[in-house]
């Protein structure tokens, strides 16, 4: 894959190049600030994005403002963000572009290779990504969603991650079967307009990340 990575932070720049490039992939441009990310990216349309979200000039949301700049001037861009923290709103908004092709990990994740490999991937191939910490904070606090069992709050936490129905049986050990059924549950206490089950699934995602 092609990547474009935006991060400050000259270890864990050089650590990503290092990994990445370990494993096949071309780094075909890196940045270090805000303003650098949207040109950047318009130059070379990589296959895939990794960016920080506060990076200079204000160590604030630059690299999250930027990202959601791109993917409007390069719709479907896919786009990796790394935080230091969970910031719910980042999460939110970020799937407020659409879901596909969208990942958001803690900082701390790179650091476990196949998790970070694995999520950088299925964001390339336009799936979604997000931290199973960000998942847990935003699930504690989402009173919207009252009206989900706790296996269904389960299945739909691990549903924001981006796992398929096949990864969600076997992270609850439970059938495949048993999930189809558990999501054709949630979709309909979410009250979703009829569409593509694909499209549900998201909506499903967004709904309980901008309860």
Known sequence: MRIVIAEDNVLLREGLILLL????????????????????????????????VRLPPGFRDEGLRAAIEARKLIPGLPLLVLSQYV????????????????????????????????ALERVAAGGTALDPEVVSQLMSRRDPLDALSPREREVLGLMAQGLDNPTI????????????????????????????????????????LNA
């Open 87 to 118: 910031e719910e709103s980042y999460a939110a908004e970020l799937l407020g572009q659409g879901a596909s092709g969208i990942g958001y990990l803690l900082k701390d994740r790179v650091g476990h290779i196949e998790e970070f490999q694995d």
């Open 169 to 208: 049986a076997a992270t609850l050990f439970i059938t495949e079967r048993s999930v189809s059924k558990h999501i054709g549950s949630i979709l309909a206490k979410l009250n979703l307009p009829p569409s593509d089950s694909g499209h549900r699934r998201v909506l499903a995602v967004l709904a309980y």
């Open 21 to 52: 490039e370990d494993v096949g992939h071309e780094i075909v441009a890196v940045v270090g600030s805000g303003p650098e990310i949207v040109p950047t990216l318009l130059e070379h349309r990589p296959d895939v994005a990794v960016l920080d």
